[in-house]
Nanobody
Framework: QVQLVESGGGLVQPGGSLRLSCKAS????????MAWYRQAPGKEREFVAG???????KYADSVKGRFTISSDHAKHTVYLQMNSLKPEDTAIYYC?????????????????????WGQGTQVTVSS
């Protein structure tokens, strides 16, 4: 079956950086789109960044200019480079993916676009 496994979370000081990875498996023909969501304590899950067709990207306003999403299609892996981290970035970060080889839509910031979800990785930004 399809599995998404996140890694790279941890504790970092404000202003620091982390790189999250998410490897998808269980499907031969790839995953598209792929995205990162996060959920902070007491808050709803929110979209962070998404990538389609290996190139086009979309970001939440709160992370634009600080986070970068990328993917390696051959490895079925999506990354999230997080720079200039702030305490308000503290959350559990979830990887999301849908089965597909080409995505022609524009609503890949919506959780309804994703069939598969990872278990999450904790990111804590604190001094």
């Amino acid at each position: 079956q399809v599995q998404l496994v996140e890694s790279g979370g941890g504790l970092v000081q404000p202003g620091g950086s982390l790189r999250l990875s998410c490897k998808a498996s269980g499907r031969s023909f790839g995953f598209n789109p792929m995205a990162w969501y996060r959920q902070a304590p007491g808050k709803e899950r929110e979209f962070v960044a998404g990538i389609i067709n290996g190139g086009n990207t979309k970001y939440a306003d709160s992370v634009k200019g600080r986070f970068t999403i990328s993917s390696d299609h051959a490895k079925h892996t999506v990354y999230l480079q997080m720079n200039s981290l702030k305490p308000e970035d503290t959350a559990i970060y979830y990887c999301a993916a849908d089965a597909g080889t080409f995505y022609s839509g524009s609503t890949y910031d919506r959780p309804s676009e994703y069939e598969y979800w990872g278990q999450g990785t904790q990111v804590t930004v604190s001094s």
